[in-house]
């Protein structure tokens, strides 16, 4: 069983409307062809074609307030009701108690008691090492429940060696704003070929892009514009080289927010669920998922079955 995890962070479900919603404005050919000719919008779920669903899970769970990334990414990596247990929504970063739940068992950790092969396939620069090591930074909830199972973040290192991949699938960041002027730079193309092709030697691999919550913090239409416009060619050369007998792409987030350029705030709507893959693994995946809690059972569930 091949599964890939790529999380989309503050990405909802809104409504169609251009001109606040980048996700209605994109030209995406590659998301549509999956979805008959849908898209990522709150009218659009549930939608069920031969290669993919979409389902839309509630982000709030129950518990007042705006979501927040520490324990939306906590509920997604635990299955459990995060925000309810400490008492309210909270992020960005995890708090001592997020923290302490992530350490006490997350997918990564139960994925490799199973001893099954996960990795976070995006690269870190060393300024980032270096930060968490002096504490001038924190770890985000992805990154620290990856090492609290013991998995080794990659560095730059790997991408160079082509063993992972930068956060903005094409490396044009690096060069331009983290000062690696030789950084290797990939079309969307070669970057959804490679995602496919490393996801294909582990059986869990995980990638975090988080642009397009930066993109809706800055409630810049343009910008939001030409970084759906690459993750749709880098999606499209994904879904290409994938196994589709062999395993399931899922697409999620934590929060909505890009999907509202009226505001720079998070959303309350639900987030995509956006599941590619043969019928026959999607259906046993998407049994009773309903909100982030649903996700990390839905996924030890697909290892159960072989």
């Given at each position: 069983?091949?599964?890939?995890?790529?999380?989309?962070?503050?990405?909802?479900?809104?409504?169609?409307?251009?001109?606040?919603?980048?996700?209605?404005?994109?030209?995406?050919?590659?998301?549509?062809?999956?979805?008959?000719?849908?898209?990522?919008?709150?009218?659009?779920?549930?939608?069920?074609?031969?290669?993919?669903?979409?389902?839309?899970?509630?982000?709030?769970?129950?518990?007042?307030?705006?979501?927040?990334?520490?324990?939306?990414?906590?509920?997604?990596?635990?299955?459990?009701?995060?925000?309810?247990?400490?008492?309210?929504?909270?992020?960005?970063?995890?708090?001592?108690?997020?923290?302490?739940?992530?350490?006490?068992?997350?997918?990564?950790?139960?994925?490799?008691?199973?001893?099954?092969?996960?990795?976070?396939?995006?690269?870190?620069?060393?300024?980032?090492?270096?930060?968490?090591?002096?504490?001038?930074?924190?770890?985000?909830?992805?990154?620290?429940?990856?090492?609290?199972?013991?998995?080794?973040?990659?560095?730059?290192?790997?991408?160079?060696?082509?063993?992972?991949?930068?956060?903005?699938?094409?490396?044009?960041?690096?060069?331009?704003?983290?000062?690696?002027?030789?950084?290797?730079?990939?079309?969307?193309?070669?970057?959804?070929?490679?995602?496919?092709?490393?996801?294909?030697?582990?059986?869990?691999?995980?990638?975090?892009?988080?642009?397009?919550?930066?993109?809706?913090?800055?409630?810049?239409?343009?910008?939001?514009?030409?970084?759906?416009?690459?993750?749709?060619?880098?999606?499209?050369?994904?879904?290409?080289?994938?196994?589709?007998?062999?395993?399931?792409?899922?697409?999620?987030?934590?929060?909505?927010?890009?999907?509202?350029?009226?505001?720079?705030r998070h959303t309350r709507n639900p987030v995509p669920a956006l599941v590619i893959g043969h019928p026959a693994l999607r259906a046993p995946f998407v049994v009773g998922l309903r909100d982030l809690t649903g996700v990390t059972p839905a996924v030890l569930r697909m290892y159960e079955k072989g």
């Amino acid at each position: 069983m091949k599964f890939l995890f790529l999380f989309l962070d503050g990405v909802g479900l809104g409504a169609d409307d251009p001109a606040i919603n980048p996700l209605a404005a994109a030209q995406m050919p590659n998301l549509r062809a999956l979805l008959g000719g849908r898209r990522l919008l709150a009218q659009d779920a549930p939608t069920e074609t031969r290669q993919a669903a979409l389902l839309s899970l509630d982000a709030g769970l129950g518990v007042p307030g705006r979501p927040q990334s520490a324990s939306g990414q906590a509920a997604l990596l635990t299955g459990r009701n995060v925000p309810a247990e400490i008492g309210g929504h909270y992020g960005p970063k995890p708090n001592p108690r997020i923290a302490d739940i992530l350490g006490n068992g997350n997918l990564f950790k139960s994925l490799r008691q199973r001893g099954l092969r996960a990795a976070l396939l995006g690269a870190y620069p060393q300024t980032y090492f270096q930060a968490i090591h002096s504490g001038r930074r924190l770890y985000s909830a992805i990154p620290l429940a990856a090492v609290k199972a013991g998995l080794r973040l990659m560095t730059e290192q790997d991408y160079y060696a082509g063993r992972a991949l930068p956060a903005d699938f094409t490396g044009q960041g690096w060069r331009e704003h983290l000062g690696y002027p030789d950084a290797p730079l990939l079309s969307p193309r070669q970057a959804g070929k490679r995602l496919a092709a490393l996801a294909r030697q582990l059986d869990f691999a995980f990638f975090e892009f988080w642009l397009s919550d930066f993109a809706g913090h800055r409630q810049d239409m343009a910008a939001a514009l030409d970084m759906l416009h690459t993750l749709d060619r880098v999606l499209g050369a994904l879904v290409d080289e994938w196994p589709h007998q062999e395993g399931l792409i899922f697409l999620t987030s934590d929060h909505g927010n890009l999907e509202d350029l009226s505001t720079r705030r998070h959303t309350r709507n639900p987030v995509p669920a956006l599941v590619i893959g043969h019928p026959a693994l999607r259906a046993p995946f998407v049994v009773g998922l309903r909100d982030l809690t649903g996700v990390t059972p839905a996924v030890l569930r697909m290892y159960e079955k072989g």
